[in-house]
Each structure stands twice: as C-alpha cells, then as structure tokens.
C-alpha cells in the first residue's frame, strides 16, 4: 500500500497551494528528483556536447546516463534506440517525414478513430502527400474501445503502416497493443507506430515484448519536465533517411536530434525515472517475484515501481466510478464497469446535463479542483461523438499522488455544479 502522505512530499507544488489536481492527463505535476535534477546539470554541468574539455565530458555522461534510464523505461535493447526531442508531436512528425518515401500511390495507413491528432495527423498527411489511401479503424460509441470487427476489417486491406495508441488521452481507454500488434504482424503490417503518451504514467511499457517498431511518450506526463521520448528499431532508425544539418552525425540516435537539445529536460527524465525507481524500492515488495523471472537491476526497479503505481490507481479508478455514477444528469463517456478497471487508465471524461463543458471547468476551479475542458487534440473522438461542436467534454484524471478523499471532495463539487 502506498503511504500516499509520504508520495506527496515528493511534489513540491502540492504543497505549495491548496488544490486538487485532476488536470494530470494533459501533464502531472514534477516530482522533487525531476527539478533536482535539471537544477544540477545547469549549476554544475552546463554545456554543449562533444567538447574536448571536462565540462562537455561531464555534461555527456549526465545525458548518456538519462539516455540508458530512459532505454530501462521502455524496455529497449540497447541505450541508442532512444531518441529525445521537444515533444511527442514533434517526434512523429519528423519520423513521418522519413517513413513518407517508404509508401508508395495506392499503399495503405492505418489510424484510429481513438487516438490524440498527434498520432493521426502526421500519418494522414504522408497518405495524402505520397497518394496513399487512410484506413480507419473506429470505436464502440458506449464502451469507448476500439471495436474488434472494424480493426479486423482495416487488416484485411493490407496496410503498409500502422499507427495506434496504447491508452486514449480522451476516454481512458487501454488498448490490448500487444494484441493487436501480432494481428497486424500476421497481416503484413511493415511499420507498426504505439503512442505510449497517456498509458506511460500509468503501468509499465515493453518494447521488445510488444514487437512494435516505434513507440513515443513524453515525460511530463509521468512526473517530469516537457520533453519528448521515441523508441525506434535500431536497424531502423540507422536505415532511414533524417532530415538534418549536414554536419550532424549519422549514426542513431543522433541524426534523429536536430540542433541542440534539452539538456537540463534530459537530466530532469533522469531524476523522473529515478521517482519511478525510489517508488519500486519502497512499495514494490510484492511485485518482485513476477517482474524479477524477466527483469533485472533498473528495469526490475522501474517496472515494481509502476506496478505498485497502478495497483493504486486501480482503487482510485473504482472510487471514481463509484463516485461519477452517484452524480444526477451526469455522463461518463468510455468503460464504466469497474470489472474492466484494467482496461482503463483513471483518466474520465464527462458531461453534465445543461453545463457547458467550459462552465463546470470554471465552476470546479472556483472550488481549487483544477480539471481539462474541450477536445484535448483527440478532435476524432469529440467528432465521433458528436461533441465537437458543444464544448467538448470534462476531463478528470488522477494519478497515484492524489487521494481517495480529494475523490471525494471532486464528488460533492460536482454535485453541487449538477444541482445548480
């Protein structure tokens, strides 16, 4: 059992203002190790890479140590298969940019009706610039997942790449990838893309085990500063093309790191992973004998950490279910059954009958309940829904800082907000 008072000293701003934060899909708040961290590396190691002198060398070895942590993370096989940039959007974008001349006219793209735009937009438009046709696979409109026949029915055209999210930013939803990536396999699927983004904070990611080809997250979504994370296939990310200065090496994962990064972010990944891991060596006991027949040293640590972080999550996601179906005229929007609370991550999107999305947001702000209106760039799944166009959705989404009580307190505000 996580000792929840003892977690939250690990997060400076929750203790620097009175607030429920439930905004944590768009970005959870930093944890101590994180600023630690980027604090460090611009004091005492500052500098550019690659430099003949020491402070270049001990600024290499702090990025190379977060390169490594980060290849622990997400299961890869070797510490260049991580590459870092601004952001998950900016990533795919430029990977698809290079994976554009691997399609030819006629060739197919497979997306997904569930997914946030960054995981549809930079795929549709190589579709379209290289005259390849979009696939769509869509979503059951009153569970929110990704519905069996029409994903079968994507396959069956044959689709040269496809691109799919592990957990919808919108609905929750956790998709069975690894599942659906051996379906593709079988089907002849060359290039398979996993935006990792709203699943990372929540449970603990295998790149080798799911057999994908790419995979992308960004680590302010899991207790660190903005920064973006794709995994790619070494062999892959050395075969392709990049699109750089020419003066910039090629081999990976450099050639993918256009200008000069994020250091300071990438020493605060670091001290983010290295929460993960002070969550494993504390509360991950029971975790221990499953994870360590597979895993050993760090990415035993990380991934009992993240185990013990969903356990947890799991009762908060009841709590949140139990407390949304109490609450009159309101919709919950996605899985409601609390026997399928493993196949969703706590992120909850509602309406309430005759509140404007906008205005329960404002309303839950004036009770310092800080929570997500409109579409949050997943404007499939707002479209699908018919949402678009009347403010979207409300979206809550607690992770493993906040309490069972703060859940509560959620509640009678939006009892409140409803019987107004």
Known sequence: MLDLTEIRRHFPAL???????????AGTQVARQSADRMLDYLLHTNSNKGGAFALSRASDAVLDEARQAAADFLGAVRKEEIVFGPNMTSLTLHL??????RLNPGDRVLVTRLDHDANISPWTRIAEDRR???????????????NPDSLRAALEQQPKLAAIG????ALGTVNPVKDIIRQARAAGVETIFIDAVQYAPHGPIDVQDLDCDFLACSAYKFFGPHLGLLYGRYELLD????????????QPPYKWETGTGNHEGIAGLLGALEYIEWLGETYGADQHARLAETYTGRRLTLRKGLAALRAYEFELSRAMLEMLASIPKLRLYGLADPRRIEERVPTFSINIEGHHPRAVAEALDKRDIYAWDGNYYALAVTERLGLEDHGGMVRLGPVHYNTLEEVQRVGQALAEISAS
């Not at 698809?96 to 001349?101: D, E, F, G, N, V």
């Open 239 to 250: 075969e392709l093309t990049a699109y750089k200065v020419r003066p910039a090496s090629n």
């Open 15 to 25: 203790q620097q203002r009175p607030a429920i934060y439930f905004d944590n899909p």
């Open 166 to 169: 592990y957990a919808s930013n």
């Open 132 to 146: 390849a046709e979009v696939v769509w696979v869509d979503f059951d409109m009153e569970d929110g997942t990704l």
């Open 96 to 101: 698809s940019r290079s994976l554009a001349h």
